[in-house]
């Protein structure tokens, strides 16, 4: 019984160490394309990504209206009632081992939520902000 709890235990924290790698990945990716859109960019901001995330931009939805206000919580679509897994990563290790992904759902939340797609540097602030939540 033991060895399999050392087994099971030894899984996750390898899962969640590939979870992480994927993420920082990613956000090697958007830091490469945030400073090609804007020479001026230096680095992610997690307070940014929390603002982003929370601000409505103008419209009725922001982020957190179907993610919740605290990403360590499962969350609820507003018009489709289904359930959305928690986005910080600690929460949901799963969260944003998929590039493909992770770029299809930025994608159509931000037409959602902003009207338009995200820069990189708004997607690298929220990203950086999901990964620093304990």
Same mark, same amino acid.
């Not at 001026?40 to 419209?59: E, K, V, Y």
């Given at each position: 019984? *033991?060895?399999?709890?050392?087994?099971?235990? %030894?899984?996750?924290?390898?899962?969640?160490?590939?979870?992480? #790698?994927?993420?920082?990945? =990613?956000?090697?990716?958007?830091?490469?394309?945030?400073?090609? #859109?804007?020479?001026?960019?230096?680095?992610?901001?997690?307070? *940014?990504?929390?603002?982003?995330? %929370?601000?409505?931009? @103008?419209?009725?939805?922001?982020?957190?209206?179907?993610?919740? $206000?605290?990403?360590?919580?499962? @969350?609820?679509?507003?018009?489709?009632?289904?359930?959305?897994?928690?986005?910080?990563?600690?929460?949901?290790?799963? *969260?944003?081992?998929?590039?493909?992904?992770?770029?299809?759902?930025?994608?159509?939340?931000? $037409?959602?939520?902003?009207? *338009? #797609?995200?820069?990189? =540097? #708004?997607?690298?602030?929220?990203?950086?902000?999901?990964?620093?939540?304990?």
């Amino acid at each position: 019984m *033991r060895l399999l709890a050392y087994l099971l235990t %030894s899984c996750l924290i390898s899962f969640q160490a590939y979870a992480a #790698e994927n993420a920082n990945s =990613q956000l090697q990716q958007l830091a490469s394309q945030a400073k090609a #859109e804007n020479s001026a960019f230096t680095a992610f901001n997690a307070q *940014r990504g929390q603002q982003f995330f %929370s601000s409505t931009h @103008g419209n009725d939805w922001s982020c957190a209206s179907c993610h919740t $206000k605290n990403p360590l919580q499962t @969350g609820k679509h507003d018009v489709t009632g289904k359930i959305i897994q928690p986005m910080a990563l600690s929460a949901n290790p799963t *969260r944003f081992t998929d590039v493909a992904k992770t770029q299809k759902w930025f994608k159509r939340n931000c $037409k959602d939520v902003v009207g *338009r #797609e995200c820069t990189a =540097q #708004e997607k690298g602030d929220v990203l950086t902000w999901l990964i620093s939540l304990k």
